[in-house]
């Protein structure tokens, strides 16, 4: 591969170009990763610093959008992709699924869930990778991000499931964190998951079509006043809508929000944010990599069973296993 | 130091063996640190599931208490150590505060402000120990905690603050954490950080005396309210209650609602809690033990602060940031 070729592409937006340049920092083999690198390092960081670009664009518009399975984030996604590339914007949407990487399972980012906007050719719509680690596919996220910021790209759309620490990981990553939520049945509000509510930026009620308007704009209500007592002062209140993917109706009504929360940052606070992210992101991809090394050093592997057996049988207490793990990692 | 010694004054309970045991946990030098892991093993592991001790009695009841400061946190153990121990009760107060790690500041578990406890011979207070990291600090109270109920101390009160990752780590060690709060001024809840109401089993509105009673009681109903909007479906719905430990008023009640959520999780629930605490923190200890080699490592130490500086002026991306920090590390 040509790095020049591939470089020039990605500049004036071919598709085919911004796909292989995906495609390749999304590879773990060692060769690729070195090339990725170079890559990267050609296409320099687009966080808007760089005012040589002829068009003065300023940093593209990251939103992170969460919600468990059912909530309709394939059907949101492509009713508000499809507003903005009516409005002149070209938009980018990503995925982090960690569910992929162990069942193969559902990859978000399904395209033929999304049947307008992955035949818009101001759209483009990547599943997500699956490479082994959630550290792994955010790695890969982050700079096919950067990759379709490079390309003109100007609004980046991160899809994301409520697995594990997935929404943590993807809140660290965009601009605003945009939560979809169903309305409540009986006198809970579904889908929240522990410390959801406390990265989420905005937050909509989704499906709020046909009979369920009403029951919407409750749980919309309830929750907005929620938030208000369990948010500090001085923070953003992350405001609380309704919407309905479905008819594209209060779609815009969101994009909004986010623009808001957007403008709260102001400029300084954008960049320091990124910045911020940037740097946490770089430890903590520090940090993954020598959890893999742990994880798959042989002496750990050779005890890891009998520890993790004596512990549990209460035969070990954690410092004295820590110690063995320790032990086995130094050795090997 | 002889171990013997030490296990059979231990074992009797007697506070000067007790109190050499901690200060040998809590020691960082290569050969406590074996004398420590033999002093321990020979302890065993004292989960209730040594059913050979002539008492036959079960697991210490094992309380986190958090708060921020000036919430009222020495007051309410004051008065709640000093019901137990006229109820027959044998209590240790141990406490893990991360600011002391750093300012060498306010060391919780101060015993001037717990005067009746801390000359009860049915307590035993021990300030936090100040031992490098919150991993470390955890490491050596986990251990304190083994010798103290070896001693026979069958309630365990671990107190904290909320700095950082504190209180998180302090829920990580006991069977229920309870949370102290103020009532509200405004609308908003005081000392509400970002995810504590995620990890308490119990929360107090403490300082309910005078004129404060109803407003106390206004904020107590008011985030029972919220908590039960924001916690999932057939999860423990933390009770939220009112109480004064300066007048002591209310702190038996704040103490049913711990055994109620004990009992809640029942025998064999809390064995698996544990078991399960105990596997985390194995890992926990072994990350932050490979952390401390990074941080450490001289070949990160001479490259980190220009990488700090180059990601924040956006000039290296997280990704290309963290492999410059691994070959500076693999490098020595």
């Known amino acids: 591969m040509q790095l020049d070729e591939l470089l020039e592409g990605i500049r004036?937006?071919?598709?085919?170009?911004?796909?292989?340049?995906?495609?390749?920092?999304?590879?773990?083999?060692p060769k690729h990763r070195q090339q990725a690198r170079e890559l990267l390092a050609a296409l320099g960081?687009?966080?808007?610093?760089?005012?040589?670009?002829?068009?003065?664009?300023?940093?593209?518009?990251?939103?992170?959008?969460?919600?468990v399975p059912g909530v309709g984030k394939s059907t949101f996604i492509e009713a508000l992709g499809t507003?903005?590339?009516q409005e002149g914007h070209r938009v980018g949407v990503l995925a982090v699924d960690p569910s992929s990487i162990r069942?193969?399972?559902?990859?978000?980012?399904?395209?033929?869930?999304?049947?307008?906007l992955s035949t818009d050719p101001h759209a483009f719509i990547r599943p997500s990778p699956s490479a082994g680690t959630l550290g792994g596919v955010a790695?890969?996220?982050?700079?096919?991000?950067?990759?379709?910021?490079?390309a003109g790209f100007d609004v980046i759309l991160v899809e994301t499931v409520g697995v594990g620490q997935s929404e943590v990981t993807v809140a660290g990553m965009v601009d605003t964190f945009l939560f979809l939520t169903l309305a409540r049945t009986g006198d809970q509000l579904q889908g929240i998951k522990k410390g959801i509510l406390e990265i989420s930026d905005v937050i909509a009620?989704?499906?709020?079509?046909?009979?369920?308007?009403?029951?919407?704009?409750?749980?919309?209500?309830?929750?907005a006043g929620a938030l208000r007592l369990v948010r500090g002062h001085g923070e953003w209140a992350p405001p609380v809508v309704t919407c309905s993917g479905l008819n594209d109706v209060g779609v815009d009504d969101v994009w909004q929000r986010v623009l808001e929360h957007r403008d709260h940052l102001g400029a300084d606070g954008l960049a320091r944010k990124r910045a911020e992210q940037q740097l946490?992101?770089?430890?903590?991809?520090?940090?993954?990599?020598?959890?893999?090394?742990?994880?798959?050093?042989?002496?750990?592997?050779?005890?890891?069973?009998?520890?993790r057996a004596a512990v549990l049988a209460g035969e070990l207490t954690a410092p004295l296993a820590a110690d063995r793990i320790l032990e086995a990692y130094d050795e090997g």
Do not use: C, Y
């Open 280 to 307: 946490d992101f770089t430890w903590a991809l520090v940090r993954d990599e020598l959890d893999q090394r742990l994880r798959h050093s042989s002496g750990v592997r050779a005890v890891q069973a009998e520890v």
């Open 12 to 29: 004036e937006g071919r598709r085919a170009q911004v796909a292989r340049a995906i495609t390749l920092v999304e590879s773990t083999s």
């Open 83 to 85: 507003r903005l590339t």
């Open 103 to 116: 069942t193969g399972g559902s990859v978000l980012g399904d395209k033929t869930r999304m049947a307008r």
């Open 205 to 223: 009620v989704n499906k709020a079509d046909g009979d369920r308007e009403q029951e919407a704009r409750g749980a919309a209500r309830e929750l």
């Open 45 to 67: 960081s687009r966080d808007g610093r760089d005012g040589d670009l002829p068009d003065q664009r300023g940093p593209a518009v990251r939103v992170g959008i969460s919600g």
């Open 139 to 150: 790695r890969a996220t982050v700079q096919a991000m950067a990759v379709l910021e490079a």
